[in-house]
């Protein structure tokens, strides 16, 4: 029992560093580490994994919010799309060889992690530690903040169109592939909305915690035990370790997290591509 609780914090950690610093990672490292490592059965693992993760993200989200580097509105649209298109794609999922989903879905990582790489080659984000929130809240990349108070952005109607096409790609996506969001919802905030990381981050936190909402809403009826003696101190550990991951997405450039995120994409998108091809 000593060790389970000692892997259990120690995975717990690892999750939250994840969610605080890149504002994904944690779902698909959540479940692994509950199968593998702490002996619990795949559909017990899923349920508790948006346990984790759903708790995790909102706490980690309070500090991001605090920092202005959530878009509510854009948060609020994309979590409710997501998890209604993720019903469609949980049900389509039924019908195809879940290794050829998640040999699809590491090649869409492994084209996200590419994009996100260039745009940090072509100089969109300057490699420069993230300015203080309290002036820069609201403003685009590159923007010059001259006032405490921050502005107002407008929301055009090409992001609007952008918003709602990701959130109902991402969210049928997540459905589609039984696995969390978070690692496309990030690429997506910065990609199709061009939000800073650390924007992206705090938005996508709130996010993973609606549609972890949701998707668990969907599994009460089920009847999946819930190791709580495990899911438990899994939580508590994860939440310190947002804590953490939220100071280094602090003092870390955005170019760094950006890289670091497209990084972290690439190893998971080979992972699985091995994994599923040996299940072949």
Do not use: C
């Amino acid at each position: 029992m000593v060790a389970t609780l000692a892997i259990a914090v120690a995975a717990g950690i690892l999750i939250g560093l994840s969610l605080g610093a890149l504002g994904g990672g944690g779902s698909i490292l959540t479940v692994p580490a509950l199968v593998y490592l702490l002996a619990v059965e795949p559909q017990s693992a899923t349920s508790a994994s948006l346990i984790i993760v759903g708790i995790t993200s909102i706490i980690a989200a309070i500090s991001h919010a605090r920092a202005r580097h959530v878009r509510w509105r854009a948060a609020g649209v994309f979590g409710i799309l997501g998890s209604v298109t993720a019903f469609g794609g949980s049900i389509l999922n039924r019908s195809v060889d879940p290794q050829i989903l998640l040999l699809a879905f590491a090649a869409l990582m492994i084209v996200a992690a590419g994009a996100m790489l260039r745009r940090t080659r072509r100089g969109h984000d300057a490699d420069v530690p993230t300015p203080n929130p309290a002036e820069t809240a609201g403003t685009r990349p590159g923007a010059v903040a001259v006032a405490t108070k921050p502005a107002k952005v407008k929301i055009t109607t090409s992001q609007v169109v952008k918003l709602v096409a990701s959130a109902l790609v991402v969210g049928f996506l997540t459905g589609f592939l039984g696995v969390g969001g978070g690692f496309l919802i990030v690429p997506a905030l910065v990609l199709a909305l061009g939000y800073s990381m650390p924007v992206a981050v705090g938005t996508s936190l709130v996010i993973i915690s609606i549609t972890s909402a949701g998707a668990f809403t969907e599994r009460l009826g089920t009847g999946a035990a819930i190791p709580w003696e495990i899911v438990v101190p899994f939580t508590l550990a994860a939440i310190a370790g947002s804590f953490a991951g939220k100071a280094i997405s602090d003092k870390v450039s955005v170019t760094t997290l950006t890289r670091s995120f497209a990084a972290l994409l690439l190893v998971v998108a080979v992972y699985v591509t091995v994994q599923a091809s040996m299940a072949l």
